[in-house]
């Protein structure tokens, strides 16, 4: 009953509560972390052990992991990072067939995913609304931009005089220009989704995004909002989606009106938000693939206004070499 965490960088958070779950049912199961730099990574320090593995470029990445998982017993793979995803998923086959389970959905999703196009698509035809996209000849002031492939709000830009606008924006074709959600009207969520073994919808908790730093929230507060009844009419069931999606929702503050901005199907850096306040995604993760349980709907088991306020902590490393 193993667990790996990969490219644990930061996530002491998840690493833990992932400890905690898995020690209520064996208390000799462990929690292991990799990175390509695990002495520099506070989230392996966390884990009972840890593993330096290549980068994920490096044609001998799985060969590694694999000798990973078959040595310290380890079953279930858990990804963290964007770009693990969709080597993952084309190797969850292979692997399962070894009986190491990598928890990412199917590699038809996972490709949508980290298409912002296609993931704009996906929400249409699932009756959620998007923002526009405009070409590059005829737009509308104030605009967003966002590469199609991009993560952590690397190279966005909000444009609100034509003046902003460069060559670089109009000449990289990863570049979207994007209709404006207005923050005045619209406050922006991070909803943490759960899908069950058969790809069902079991649990939404909507995240604020209060705060942010580098991407990740910082302050964020629970909320039991409309987007919740949005979701289960829309997205109750997604072919090919396992564990944990992190979506990005826009919700009017007045009429209720949703806009769908996109989907991460891993876990996101705010998720110990949804844990704390009782979303217990990794003790549904050990119940479905390690005890053969299915899960009930979990869509109000939480608690609702739940203010987290992340702080820096520390953890020292006696020794350090490099």
């Known amino acids: ?163 902003q606008l460069t060559d670089y924006h109009f000449q990289n074709e990863k570049l979207m220009f994007l209709e404006y959600i207005d923050h005045d009207q619209y406050e922006e969520y991070t909803c943490d989704m759960y899908y069950d073994r058969e790809h069902k919808l079991k649990c939404v908790v909507p995240r604020k995004r209060i705060e942010v730093r580098d991407g990740e929230v910082n302050k964020g507060l629970t909320s039991r909002n409309e987007i919740i009844p949005y979701l289960r009419e829309r997205l109750s069931f997604i072919e090919g989606a396992v564990g944990c999606l992190t979506a990005q929702f826009f919700l009017h503050k007045t009429n209720g009106k949703v806009y769908g901005i996109e989907i991460n199907p891993r876990f996101g850096g705010g998720y110990p938000l949804s844990y704390r306040a009782g979303a217990n995604f990794p003790a549904w993760i050990i119940a479905e693939y390690f005890k053969q349980s299915p899960i009930d709907d979990h869509f109000s088991d939480w608690e609702d206004q739940l203010l987290m306020l992340r702080y820096d902590d520390e953890i020292l490393v006696h020794g350090y070499k490099g």
């Open 1 to 163: 009953m193993n667990i790996l965490i990969t490219s644990a960088g930061r996530r002491v958070s998840l690493v833990r509560a992932f400890q905690k779950e898995l020690n209520k049912v064996n208390y000799k199961a462990k929690v292991f972390a990799a990175d390509a730099n695990p002495v520099a990574s506070s989230a392996c320090h966390a884990a009972d052990d840890f593993f330096k593995v290549p980068r994920l470029d490096d044609p001998t990445y799985f060969e590694v992991l694999e000798s990973i998982c078959t040595q310290n017993n380890i079953t279930l793979v858990i990804p963290t990072i964007d770009t693990e995803l969709l080597p993952l998923s084309n190797k969850k086959k292979e692997f399962l067939e070894k009986g190491i389970l990598f928890l990412v959905s199917d590699h038809k999703l996972v490709e949508k995913c980290r298409d912002k196009r296609q993931i704009h698509d996906f929400f249409e035809e699932n009756g959620v609304h998007i923002a526009k996209e405009y070409s590059k000849d005829n737009f509308e002031i104030p605009l967003f931009i966002k590469p199609v492939d991009g993560s952590r709000s690397v190279d966005t830009y909000l444009i609100t005089d034509k003046s």
